[in-house]
């Protein structure tokens, strides 16, 4: 039976609303039907016939399996799969994408990506892009509207006798991505630009098609005013490529942070690189808040020296110890010759212009059955080839997209709960990447269609980890054996109260941005991951070249991509970590590094009002769970998709 931890998460994260009025919702049962009629879609528009007796058996296992919680489409189809919009936008089924952004078609496809769910990745090009024809006076008119938006369509004019350039923006998706492309290509002679907002809808209102909440438009007026100080600062010039990072990062502020993950990508060996890597450096002081968008990494066409190595971590460490990532662009083309870039938390190795969709097993779920883990690696490579099988063609996208994913189909068959099975071996690892692919290259051959360019992959995964209560999270060890994590949920969410009433640990969030937010601390045990002991309290100390060194050990054995993880790490550690990346480079293609937080801390004792996760001994483990109680969460949920995976751009460890 799933905690209630994971069933909270799959109400407040997937489940859509059926009549929200009412606060009725998709049961965890109602989302794995839909998702499996999407397949079911897909796999029969592709095969261009009735589907057979043998493909409806193979979808009821899959939904047996993701029943059980074992495995799991991408969050993105477990949100949208089956819907109309699904069906109108395909896009919006995929988690990563990359593109270089060098002309206004690329910053329109970039917003309508973000628009989608679909996180990006982009390499900034000058050359093309250039500001306006003279500076402008910006005005912003509001929108005033208390209910639902108005026209759909942006209305452009210009009134050559005053100088008067306006763009009214409409209410829609299409509208928005449309728009900023108006203001790219715009050469008008204008005085004055007003940007007309009236038409938008409030913040607050669930949006029909994609079931998010709008965000009104105080975010979009903010970011494009801020956007045309750049374009009138550089009037009559190019853009540079810092310029066009800038115009990304605030385009990726209009929306929540669920649907905004971004990351950049520039040369080491290019001019600029530096104030490239010190990109977000202080960026409090500098009122470049929106440059917390996008994770920023050097992209390597040569093995670094070792004084190379040593002055990156000296700017990571300079600025807070994360930035910049860095990525090494030759194992990169030798596991993926189309490869251009990565997305936002780097797991799949992408072509300009191109998608990946994911899908998860988690191996802790099939502890004492081999035989039932092979069968769900075939059947989900299976599975995510049909997500491939799409017509990009929407209408915004630039052609490129649908014809490369026509060719790559790349996939991404993830792991999840790895460090919870440390009895499987290399060898098992090898097993299981087989039969991934064996099933990915079984569907394409079924279908007459290229097989997929790379399969296997290992992502973050945070919220998918938590909903099939997996032993840990992707590649990444829990912080320790007993901990309470502090999960946030909608001050209106109908579940608040009964958690309450339950005796769970319910407290507003201390951030100032999160008015409307709730802190809940669920309890967690990790039964079957190996930890220290410290004063009596069970954490993970893994060092650094631990956490690489089962890096490698997937990336030789599994993964076709990147294996996406976070390394924790003290300054101390850095000498070894430089060793360790010399020695074992070509299989290195990036990781995310992170200073590491003491796990026997307290949030007291660091200065935060809370942790995410806690380590708590298990006493105190204890003592909480002997008080809570259970919850009946039937027919309520929250009211916000709230992914934590990647919020505002980072992919951290949760």
Known sequence: MPTTRANIITRRTYNRPIDEENGVFETWEQTVDRVIGHQQWLWRRAKGRALTVADGCELKELSNLMYDRKVSTSGRTLWLGGTDVSKRREASQFNCAFLRVETVHDVVDALWLLLQGCGVGAMPVAGTLNGFSKPMEIDIIRSTRTAKGGEED???????????????????AEAWAKSVGKLLAGKFPARRLVLDFSELRPAGLRLAGYGWISSGDEAISTAYKAICKILSQKAGQLLSAHDIHDILNWLGTILSSRRSSEIMLWFYDQPGWEYFAKFKKDFWLHDNQHRQQSNNSLLFRAKPTTEQLQEIFDMMVDAGGSEPGFINGNTALRRAPWFCGVNPCAEILLANKSFCNLVEVCVSAFRDDPAGLHRAMYIMGRANYRQ?????????????????????????VGLTGITGRPDLTPYDFGVLRNNATLGAYTMADELGLPR?????????SGTLSKIMDSDGEGAHKPMGRY???????????????????ANYRVFPSPNPTDTDTEIVSFPVKYDNANFDVVDGVEVNIESAVKQLDRYKMLMDNYVDHNCSITVS?????????????????????????????????????VGYAYLPQEVVSRETYEAYTSTLLPVDIDRDTGLEMVDEDCENGFCPVR
């Open 154 to 172: 942006n209305v452009e004019t210009w009134d050559a006798e005053s100088g008067t350039w306006t763009i009214k923006i409409g209410d829609s």
């Open 483 to 501: 901990m309470f994590n502090n999960v946030k949920i909608g001050s209106h969410d109908p579940l608040v109260p009964k958690l309450r009433d």
């Open 569 to 605: 790490y003290d300054e101390k550690e850095i000498p070894e970590i430089i060793n360790w990346i010399e020695t074992n480079w070509e299989s290195y293609v990036g990781v995310s590094f992170m200073p590491r937080i003491d796990p026997t801390m307290t949030a007291e004792d």
């Open 388 to 412: 491939t099988c799409v017509n990009l063609r929407d209408g915004i996208l630039q052609s490129a997209w649908h014809e490369n994913n026509e060719f790559l189909r790349l996939c991404g």
């Open 452 to 460: 997929p360019k790379l399969t296997t992959t290992v992502k973050p």
